[in-house]
């Protein structure tokens, strides 16, 4: 039965098994969003406005959903008080600059409750503090904007995060390339696909260390071919 739309906290999420988690850990976000697929992997990539606060900042968990009223920040720390270690909180106001969703204190809180890490489509701020502290967090917005913690909003129902659909439970993944969000029933394809991207990388790079190129390797020349491409010997001024 559907719920009516109206304020909601939700305390539980779909567990993905996590010797699951485990292997995309080890993946980055540009090989997961290939292995994917040309079309669902450009359905779970966050827009590029979301970027670390700090340079090295990686991040995988499941996701803590939460809706927050423009210049409120009242169903993060609702989204917070649910959440268990390792899961990634990932918090939209819409992207509104105003009202900051995460600062300092709540990164410190966040610290001593092992989360793993923040997306947070609108506002950050005590960005240095944060910085310092090194716990990955990943925003569209820097603001020092003061929350209000008043409501209304959601937790743990589905949300619109930097032009993405995030359903409580899916995998979050980030690192310098951007944001992930997968969906768990298409986790352990894309895992599979994306390590055999990656063996595959490993043999082209031996490959290329013996002296082949990467134009040869990669079949680039039926490619040019099949452009209608010309390719001349000489310079462009030959042909004046």
């Known amino acids: 039965m559907n719920r009516p739309m109206t304020p909601v906290i939700y305390t539980q999420v779909p567990r993905i098994e996590p010797a699951l988690i485990e292997r995309a850990r080890a993946l980055s976000v540009a090989d997961l969003h290939e292995g994917l697929g040309a079309v669902l992997g450009r359905q779970c990539l966050l827009r590029p406005a979301m970027r670390p606060l700090f340079k090295g900042a990686r991040l995988c968990g499941q996701a803590i959903t939460c809706f927050n009223y423009p210049g409120d920040n009242l169903l ?6 649910v959440a268990r270690a390792g899961d990634v909180i990932v918090a939209t106001n819409g992207g509104d600059a105003q009202g900051a969703l995460w600062g300092e204190m709540v990164t ?6 092992g989360l793993g890490g923040a997306v947070i489509d609108g506002a950050a701020r005590d960005v240095d503090s944060v910085r310092e502290m090194r716990f990955p967090v990943f925003s569209t917005v820097i603001s020092a904007s003061h929350p209000e913690k008043r409501g209304p909003g959601s937790a743990n129902v589905p949300v619109s995060v930097a032009g993405v659909r995030v359903e409580p439970g899916d995998l979050i993944v980030g690192d310098g390339d951007g944001v992930l969000a997968i969906p768990p029933e298409h986790l352990a394809a894309a895992i599979e ?7 595959k990388e490993t043999a ?9 190129t990467m134009y040869d390797l990669l079949g680039l020349d039926a490619q040019v071919k099949a452009a209608g491409i010309d390719e001349i010997e000489g310079t462009w001024r030959d042909a004046e």
Do not use: D, F, K, V
């Open 76 to 81: 993060l720390h609702a989204a917070i008080r």
């Open 108 to 113: 410190h809180y966040a610290q001593l409750r």
């Open 193 to 199: 696909s994306a390590e055999t991207r990656m063996a």
């Open 204 to 212: 082209l790079r031996e490959r290329l260390a013996s002296g082949a």
